[in-house]
């Protein structure tokens, strides 16, 4: 079945750096691609819709200079987290569905991101 | 915006016994409704889900129910098991190759030896 590859799974960094975190769908092409936040015993809250070849779009309350997306092709996309700082620590994951009406969302197996 | 309500929030049950979780949706466009399960730092796992031209669907131990007149979903797990205990979210979807989802609150259920 599809299958959507995420990495790191875990990334520790200091606060005021940055880090890159990759999506790739291994085995379809994805127009589009979404990233979740999820901070611990909440659910997930969608941050950005990657459009391959366009910018993505941020969701309500997401500062879009400080999680930078990058979907430069139907097989990858990348959330670089800039400058980060202790709240920002959570999990977050990317997902990514087909192009048809009946494909089903598959999901990384997420980052947990720690910064200290 | 898109808002799904979920309850309860936990949810401790004996084993071999049911378990019934109900979300509430507010997007009339919603026409896709997965749910999920998640094991702690683990990625969501689709169990069911359900199309608006459904009211009911079936699977191994679980049923979803749809409403759409009151925008209601529920599910239902028979026959617990320990490996159930998990954290589920209901979803909804507009499914039109562009596939955000709005998940639900959450209920993390206990099924008890």
């Known amino acids: 079945g599809a299958v959507v590859s995420q990495h790191p799974s875990r990334v520790i960094c200091k606060s005021g750096t940055s880090v890159k975190i990759e999506c790739r769908s291994l085995?379809?092409?994805?127009?589009?691609m979404f990233w979740y936040r999820q901070f611990p015993k909440q659910s997930l809250m969608l941050m950005a819709t990657?459009?391959?070849?366009?910018?993505?779009?941020?969701e309500q309350g997401v500062e879009k200079d400080k999680f930078l997306i990058n979907h430069a092709s139907l097989t990858l996309s990348t959330l670089t987290v800039t400058s980060a700082h202790p709240e920002d620590s959570s999990f977050y994951i990317c997902?990514?569905?087909?192009?048809?009406?009946?494909?089903?969302?598959?999901f990384g197996n997420g980052t947990r991101l720690t910064v200290t | 915006g898109e808002n799904v309500e979920q309850h309860p929030s936990t949810l401790s049950v004996q084993e071999g016994d049911s378990a019934v979780i109900k979300c509430t949706y507010s997007?009339?466009?919603?026409?896709?409704f997965p749910w999920y399960k998640q094991e702690l730092g683990k990625r969501p796992q689709l169990i069911i889900d359900?199309?608006?031209?459904?009211d009911k669907r079936q699977g191994q131990r679980v049923t979803v129910l749809l409403n759409k007149t009151v925008k209601h979903l529920s599910l239902q797990i028979a026959a617990t098991q320990p490996g159930d205990s998990a954290v589920y979210f209901c979803?909804?979807?507009?499914?039109?190759?562009?596939?955000?989802?709005?998940f639900g609150t959450g209920t993390k259920l206990q099924v008890i030896p």
């Open positions: 085995d379809f092409q994805a127009t589009t």
């Open positions: 997007d009339s466009a919603s026409n896709y």
């Open positions: 990657s459009n391959e070849g366009s910018k993505a779009t941020y």
């Open positions: 997902s990514a569905g087909g192009t048809s009406y009946n494909s089903p969302l598959h």
């Open positions: 359900i199309r608006s031209n459904m």
């Open positions: 979803a909804e979807t507009f499914s039109g190759g562009y596939q955000k989802v709005t």
